[in-house]
């Protein structure tokens, strides 16, 4: 066993250093991302519900999120854990199965995003 008393401590910096804006390590910074895809939309969720052809389902839409893929996909899984139900994420846009649309909104506002209902 190493009993070194001094010196022998290794500071770990496998964090290296962290960005104070999105608190992740400078590597996996999103703040760049983010900032350049704010400017492409406002940031508001407009939260649809649209209908499949096939068998006619029900599908809640989420679009004009402004969030990196990572962060998207997060928000899409807690966003079907609040639903109970399935759903994918897919070119920016949040599809969770069945008609969820206010539990969605609620959802999103709980995650501090603005949300408001659009279409049907
Ligand atoms: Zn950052």
Do not use: F, W
Not at 16 to 36: F, H, N
Not at 40 to 53: F, I, L, M, P
Not at 99 to 108: G, K, S, T, Y
């Amino acid at each position: 066993m190493k009993t070194s008393s001094k010196g022998g401590l290794v500071y770990s910096t496998e964090n290296g250093r962290m960005c104070p804006e999105c608190s992740r390590a400078l590597a996996q910074c999103v703040c760049k991302t983010i900032a350049r895809t704010r400017a492409a939309g406002d940031g508001v969720a407009r939260v649809s519900r649209e209908t499949k052809g096939r068998g006619g389902k029900s599908v809640t839409l989420v679009k004009g999120l402004v969030l990196d893929p990572v962060a998207l996909a997060s928000l899409g899984k807690q966003l079907r854990t609040a639903c109970g139900s399935g759903g994918t994420v897919k070119d920016g846009v949040i599809e969770v199965q069945g008609d969820h649309c206010e539990r969605v909104i609620e959802a999103l506002k709980k995650a501090d995003h603005q949300a408001k209902r659009a279409g049907g």
